[in-house]
Nanobody, 118 residues
Framework: QVQLVESGGGLVQAGGSLRLSCTAS????????MGWYRQAPGNQRELVAS???????EYADSVKGRFTIPRDYAENSVRLQMSSLNSEDTAVYYC????????????WGQGTQVTVSS
């Protein structure tokens, strides 16, 4: 059974930095795309950043130049390095991975709250 576990959320002041981590475990054959999404109250879940198995990255316009999404192929993990945070970054952040396993498909983390105080 595949499981994604996130960590690293919390409260940070505007202008500060935070790092989120997400690690997959279970009977995994291969992890393809990885991504981070976020959902603020009253808003739809939106893509923040993604990285393919080949290392190609994409970022939402609102986070370009502030966030990066490094991945660790050996550990089946992905991080979200966030800097210059502002109040609009406040949301629950979810990681998602496309995983080839006994049950293949998209898997989601449990979500972690990021709150930026002004």
């Amino acid at each position: 059974q595949v499981q994604l576990v996130e960590s690293g959320g919390g409260l940070v002041q505007a202008g500060g930095s935070l790092r989120l981590s997400c690690t997959a475990s279970g009977n995994i054959l291969r992890v393809n795309d990885m991504g981070w999404y976020r959902q603020a109250p009253g808003n739809q879940r939106e893509l923040v950043a993604s990285i393919t198995s080949g290392g190609r990255t994409e970022y939402a316009d609102s986070v370009k130049g502030r966030f990066t999404i490094p991945r660790d192929y050996a550990e089946n993990s992905v991080r979200l390095q966030m800097s210059s945070l502002n109040s609009e970054d406040t949301a629950v952040y979810y990681c998602k991975m496309k995983i080839v396993a006994s049950a293949t498909g998209d898997f989601w983390g449990q979500g972690t709250q990021v709150t930026v105080s002004s």
